[in-house]
């Protein structure tokens, strides 16, 4: 059974950082895309950086440049490093990976709040 787990997130002041984790278990190869999605309440989840298994990293642009999405494959763990941190994002987010064939499984989610 593939699981997400999440872990980071919580309270911080604008300017601040965060780095949120995700891991992967019951599943360590065949991974096509993992990345990270933000939601708010009332709106659509949407992605803010993506990271595809050729390597290439896609950010949305108003994360460009603050935060910055790697992966250590030893640890089936994907991190999203997040930066210069604004009341803007403030959001739930969640990791997600997409298998070869399509399948696709979510993490838990984790509040990041940004205070001014």
């Known amino acids: 059974q593939v699981q997400l787990a999440q872990s980071g997130g919580g309270l911080v002041q604008v300017g601040g950082s965060l780095r949120l984790s995700c891991t992967a278990s019951g599943i360590t190869s065949n991974l096509n895309i993992m990345d990270w999605y933000r939601q708010t309440p009332g709106k659509k989840r949407e992605v803010v950086a993506q990271?595809?298994?050729?390597?290439?990293?896609i950010y949305d642009m108003s994360v460009k440049g603050r935060f910055a999405i790697s992966r250590d494959n030893a640890k089936n763990t994907v991190y999203l490093e997040m930066n210069s941190l604004k009341p803007e994002d403030t959001a739930v987010y969640y990791c997600?990976?997409?298998?070869?064939?399509?399948?696709?499984?979510w993490g838990q989610g984790t509040q990041v709040t940004v205070s001014q």
């Open positions: 990271l595809t298994s050729g390597g290439s990293k």
């Open positions: 997600r990976i997409v298998t070869v064939w399509g399948r696709e499984y």
